[in-house]
C-alpha cells in the first residue's frame, strides 16, 4: 500500500505543477534562509566558548555617575587594580591586564621589523599583556614556554601566522623584533602562540610584556590614571555578584588616599559615584554596546532582530504549505468520494494525505540544503563572516529528517482528517468538501501572515531609519578628501624641535591640489589614539568634582585639516611662545567647566602645570556616533606617526605619485604607506551598513514568502467561488463588482492584522531602541507607512486572481450545472 501511496503522491506533483512549485519552492525558500541565518547566529553565540576556564573568565567594568545623572560604563582601570583585586580578595585566583588602545607607542598598530632585515613592515594588532593573562587564558604555544613567555621585560609573543610570515620553518623563540624603527630597544621573542580563533574577542597577534613597562615614571604606582583592561579569573564556587559589590573597597583603600594627599575635598562623595560589575567573557562579544574598549563587538540586539525575523520567514514557509495543503486538498473531493465508494477507508485515506505531505516536505527539506549551499558564499560576504554548513555533523542531518517529517505531518493532518471523515454522496454531487469556505483554520492564518509582514516592514522601516540617522549624522568634521600618511614617525628621527616634520609639512604644502595639512595620531576615526585624563578649573582641584576628558596633541592646521569649525577664539600658532601652555577645547568641556565664555580662563589636571584656554570648537565625534559626544582638550603638538592632507585635486594618482616623491626625500628606506580618511570612517561603520543590508535583505524576503501564500489562498479563493462568479455574471455583475466582492473578505483580515501588529511592533521597536543614544521618533507615519504598504501588496496580489476570476467566461464554471 505505501508503493501505492508513493505513485500516487508523486503523480499529484505532475498534476498539480504550478501549486507544487510554490509550495516546495517556497518552503524551502524559507528553510534555506532560516538555515543561513540559525547559521549566522550559532557563529555570533560562539564567541570565547573554547576557554578551558571559561564559565570563571570575568572582565572588570566600572560604572560611574554622570553630572547629569545617568549612568557611564567603561573598561579602563588603574594600573595596580588586578594586582590589588588579587591581593585583597582570596576568591580571586588569577588577575591581568591589558592595554590595547594606541596610546603609546606598542600598542594598536607599529612599523616591524625582524632581526637582520632592513625594511619594515606595517602590522596591527599588538597590545602589551601581563603574563598572567596567557595563563588564564589557556593560550595554547607552537614555540616556547608559556609560564615563562612574557615573564621578563621587553619580551613579545607573536601568532603563528606572523612566526611564518617573518621567521618562515624557523623556532623564533630568543630572536627579536624592532618597533617603528628604534633600534635602541629590541623585543626579544619569548613565545609563538597559536593563531587567535575567528570567535574570540582577543584578535591580537602581538602581545607586549608588561612586566617593567611604565608608560611614565612613577606611572604603575598611580591609582588617578585608567589605561588598562582588567582580567579575573575566579575560584570555583566563587560568587561574581557578591564579589564585584566588594571590589569598590579598591578605591577606598588605594585611590582615596592619593585623592586626599592631592588634597581633594570631594574624594569620599567621588568614589561614591563609582561601582564595578564583572562581565562574563563569553559576553563580551555581544553584551558591549556603549563600551569603548577598542575591541570588535557584535550586539545582542541584532541577534534577536536576526532571530525574529529567521523565525518569521520559517513560520511563513510553514504557514505556506499547510495552506496551499489544506486549500488544494479541498479540490479533491470528488476523488476523495469515489475512493471511499469503492471501499477506501477512511485510515487508508489519511496515510494517503499524510506520505504526499511528507513527500513535499522532504523534497523541500533537500531542496533547502541546497539552496542554503549555492548562497552560502553570498551570505557571508553580507555579514563579513566565515560560515560552514556541518552537514557531516551527528546533529545536522537527523534534525533535519525530525523537521521534514514533523512540517510534513503538520501540513498533512487537517486535510487527512477534514477530507476523509465526510460522505461520498455529498462531495459527489457538488464536487466540493461540504464546509471547505469556513475554514477558521486558514483565516487566522492568514491573519498572521499579514500580521507578520506589517511587524517586520515597520521593523524595517525602523532599522533602516535608524541606521541611517546613525550613518548621516553630523560628524562635526569633514572625512573627505583626507589622505592619512601612516607610518610618518620615521620622518624626524629624534631631531628636536622637529626640525624634519615641519619641513615635511611644507614640502607637501608646495604640492598642487594640497590645501592643508596636519601632523597628529589624535584622528576622529577609528586608528586614532585616545588619551583619557582629569581636568579642573586651574587651582580647584581639591574642591571641584573633576571633569574627564580626552587630552589630545595636534598641531597648528589640525582644525582646518579635518574641517573642525571654531565657535570662538583661534587656533594654535608656532610663533606664539604661550600656545606651549594653551589649550582648545570643545563645547561639550566649556559645558561640564560651567563656562559660557572660556576663553582666557585655565585648567589643570590636578598639579601646578596651567593651561589657558584659547579656542573654542564646535563638538565633533570622535568615538562611535551611537555614542554621546564627549569632553576633549586639545594641546599644540609637534611629533605623530601620521600626517593627514587635505587634497582638491581631480588628479588623485598623480598628486600621490608626487606625495611618494616627497616622502622619498625624507625617508628613501620605506615605501610610502596611504589611507584615505572616508575610507577609515567607511570600515568603521561597515557593521551597520551590513546590519542595514542584511535586515532590509530578509524582510524583503520575508514578504515575498508572505505574498507567495496569499497568491496560493486568493487562487484557492477563486476556485472555490468560481460557480458564484459565474451566476453573478449571468445575472449582470460587472467585472468591477465581482472583483470587489472577491477581495472583500481579506481587506477585513488586513484591517484585524494591522490592529494587531501595530501595538506589537511599537514595543518591539521600543525595545530595540531603548539602548541607542540618539534614536529616531516612533511616529504614526511608520505605522501608517507600513499599514498602506501591506494593503497595497495584499491587493495586488489578490487583485490579480479576483481580477481573472471575474473576466472569466461564465459557461466554463456552470456547465455542469
Not at 588579587?86 to 596610546?103: C, D, H, N, T
Not at 457538488?430 to 469556505?437: E, K, L, R, T
Request: aromatic share 10%; proline share 4%; net charge positive.
Amino acid at each position: 500500500m505505501f508503493r501505492n501511496y508513493w505513485k500516487i503522491a508523486v503523480r499529484q506533483l505532475g498534476k498539480q505543477k504550478f501549486y507544487s512549485f510554490i509550495k516546495i519552492g517556497g518552503f524551502a525558500l524559507g528553510i534555506a534562509t532560516c538555515m543561513l541565518v540559525a547559521l549566522y547566529l550559532r557563529h555570533e553565540l560562539s564567541y570565547d566558548r573554547d576557554y578551558a576556564n571559561g564559565s570563571r573568565l570575568y572582565r572588570v567594568i566600572i560604572d560611574y555617575l554622570r553630572d547629569d545623572g545617568s549612568v557611564g560604563r567603561g573598561v579602563w582601570l588603574e594600573p595596580g587594580f588586578a594586582k590589588a583585586m588579587k591581593a585583597e580578595f582570596p576568591e580571586v585566583e588569577q588577575s591581568g591586564r591589558l592595554m590595547p588602545a594606541p596610546l603609546f607607542y606598542g600598542a594598536g598598530s607599529n612599523e616591524v621589523r625582524p632581526q637582520g632585515k632592513t625594511e619594515e613592515t606595517y602590522e596591527e594588532g599588538f597590545t602589551y599583556c601581563d603574563q598572567s593573562v596567557l595563563d588564564m587564558f589557556g593560550t595554547h604555544m607552537v614555540y616556547g614556554d608559556r609560564a615563562h613567555a612574557l615573564e621578563r621585560p621587553s619580551t613579545i609573543v607573536i601568532s603563528k601566522r606572523k612566526a611564518d610570515k617573518y621567521f618562515p620553518g624557523q623556532d623564533p623563540v630568543g630572536k627579536q623584533l624592532y618597533l617603528n624603527g628604534d633600534n635602541a630597544n629590541p623585543l626579544t621573542i619569548g613565545g609563538v602562540m597559536e593563531d587567535p580563533a575567528p570567535t574570540s574577542h582577543l584578535q591580537f597577534d602581538f602581545l607586549i610584556s608588561l612586566t617593567g613597562h611604565e608608560l611614565w615614571p612613577g606611572e604603575q604606582n598611580t591609582w588617578m590614571a585608567e589605561n588598562y583592561h582588567t582580567y579575573a579569573l575566579l575560584k570555583p564556587g566563587a560568587d561574581p555578584v557578591k564579589l564585584q559589590h566588594k571590589l569598590v573597597e579598591l578605591l577606598r583603600k588605594y585611590q582615596l588616599p592619593q585623592m586626599r594627599e592631592r588634597g581633594q575635598t570631594n574624594a569620599e562623595s567621588s568614589i561614591k559615584k563609582e561601582s564595578y560589575e564583572l562581565q562574563p567573557v563569553r559576553d563580551i562579544h555581544l553584551y558591549s554596546a556603549g563600551l569603548d574598549d577598542v575591541l570588535v563587538h557584535g550586539d545582542i540586539r541584532m541577534v534577536w532582530l536576526f532571530a525574529a525575523v529567521g523565525t518569521f520567514i520559517l513560520l511563513l514557509a510553514v504557514v505556506n504549505f499547510v495552506n496551499l495543503s489544506t486549500a488544494r486538498s479541498a479540490n479533491r473531493a470528488k476523488e476523495v468520494g469515489l475512493r471511499k465508494v469503492v471501499g477506501s477507508s477512511r485510515g487508508g485515506l489519511m496515510k494517503q494525505f499524510l506520505t504526499e505531505s511528507l513527500l513535499l516536505s522532504g523534497i523541500s527539506f533537500v531542496l533547502a540544503i541546497g539552496l542554503a549551499w549555492a548562497f552560502l558564499g553570498m551570505f557571508e560576504r553580507m555579514t563579513d563572516t566565515v560560515l560552514d554548513i556541518p552537514l557531516f555533523s551527528a546533529w545536522l542531518l537527523p534534525s533535519i529528517l525530525i523537521a521534514a517529517v514533523a512540517v510534513g505531518l503538520l501540513a498533512g493532518w487537517y486535510p487527512a482528517v477534514y477530507l476523509s471523515r465526510f460522505r461520498p454522496v455529498e462531495v459527489l454531487k457538488s464536487g466540493v468538501a461540504p464546509g471547505s469556505g469556513r475554514s477558521r483554520l486558514r483565516s487566522t492564518l492568514v491573519v498572521f501572515q499579514f500580521t507578520t509582514s506589517v511587524i517586520l516592514i515597520v521593523s524595517t522601516i525602523v532599522v533602516y531609519k535608524q541606521l541611517r540617522l546613525i550613518l548621516d549624522q553630523d560628524l562635526g568634521y569633514d572625512k573627505d578628501h583626507v589622505l592619512l600618511i601612516q607610518g610618518a614617525g620615521t620622518v624626524d628621527q629624534g631631531q628636536y624641535p622637529h626640525v624634519r616634520f615641519r619641513a615635511f609639512k611644507q614640502d607637501l604644502l608646495s604640492l598642487a591640489g594640497v590645501r592643508s595639512v596636519s601632523i597628529s595620531d589624535f584622528l576622529p576615526v577609528n586608528g586614532g589614539k585616545r588619551n583619557m585624563n582629569s581636568f579642573w578649573k586651574a587651582g580647584r582641584a581639591k574642591m571641584d568634582p573633576r571633569v574627564g576628558a580626552q587630552d589630545w596633541y595636534d598641531d597648528p592646521d589640525y582644525f582646518k585639516t579635518m574641517g573642525i569649525q571654531f565657535v570662538r577664539g583661534r587656533d594654535f600658532s608656532y610663533d606664539i611662545a604661550s600656545d606651549s601652555a594653551a589649550v582648545v577645547i570643545n563645547e561639550t568641556m566649556a559645558s561640564k567647566l560651567g563656562w559660557d565664555d572660556p576663553l582666557g580662563k585655565e585648567i589643570d589636571n590636578g598639579g601646578t602645570f596651567k593651561m589657558h584656554i584659547i579656542g573654542v570648537v564646535k563638538d565633533f565625534n570622535f568615538w562611535s556616533v551611537k555614542d554621546q559626544v564627549t569632553p576633549v582638550v586639545i594641546h599644540r603638538g609637534d611629533w605623530a606617526t601620521i600626517v593627514a592632507v587635505k587634497v582638491n585635486t581631480s588628479d588623485m594618482a598623480g598628486l600621490i605619485r608626487a606625495v611618494g616623491g616627497v616622502w622619498k626625500k625624507y625617508d628613501p628606506e620605506q615605501s610610502l604607506r596611504y589611507t584615505f580618511m572616508d575610507e577609515t570612517y567607511a570600515k568603521q561603520y561597515a557593521d551597520v551598513e551590513r546590519t542595514r543590508n542584511m535586515f532590509t535583505s530578509l524582510s524583503v524576503l520575508a514578504v515575498v514568502i508572505a505574498c507567495l501564500g496569499l497568491f496560493a489562498l486568493s487562487a484557492f479563493m477563486a476556485e472555490r467561488r468560481r460557480r458564484e462568479v459565474g451566476i453573478r455574471k449571468v445575472l449582470g455583475a460587472t467585472v468591477a463588482q465581482v472583483t470587489g466582492l472577491l477581495t472583500k473578505e481579506f481587506l477585513v483580515l488586513v484591517g484585524i492584522s494591522i490592529l494587531i501588529a501595530t501595538p506589537l511592533a511599537y514595543l518591539g521597536m521600543r525595545w530595540w531602541l531603548r539602548d541607542y543614544i540618539y534614536r529616531i521618533e516612533l511616529g504614526w507615519d511608520i505605522f501608517v507607512s507600513a499599514g498602506l504598504m501591506v494593503l497595497g501588496i495584499a491587493l495586488a496580489t489578490i487583485g490579480l486572481q479576483a481580477l481573472r476570476a471575474a473576466r472569466a467566461n461564465p459557461a466554463g464554471s456552470l456547465r455542469a450545472e
